[in-house]
């Protein structure tokens, strides 16, 4: 599939986000790609030659993207071709997961507390403050969203 220069424009953008975060660049272009390509569903191949990608890479990003839980494989009844798509869902869990690194910062301000500077205990305490009120208002917040959103993965299959 050619894509578009606003599809283009698009993956790279979603690209260009998550590498700032530390992502592989292939890993992200994968996932923005799959957020818009149509049909949903694409195979390693074409997914490889719709993104300029080798098999290889391809074939390794998807397999975090799976681990992860972001991607899906599903078949296409009669096709015995592995076709991976975006999966419902994800990014709901996506978001649930922050309240573990939410809570670990926390921990890593905590354990400053016994060696910080008495005299400027902000650097860390700053960061104990704001993980402990996300801690606190992360639950709630995920309710709200979840009963807002309803981001229960859909059971539609190809």
Known sequence: MTMTEAQHAYVDRVATFFTMFGSARAWAEILGWLMICEPAERTQAEIAADLGLSAG?????LRTHVQLGMVEQVRVRGDRTQRYRLRSGAWYGVMASELERIRALGDLARAGDDILPRDRPERVT???DLADFFAREWPPLMERMAAELDPSPSETRI
């Open 57 to 61: 890479t391809v074939s390794t990003q």
């Open 126 to 128: 700053e960061l104990g």
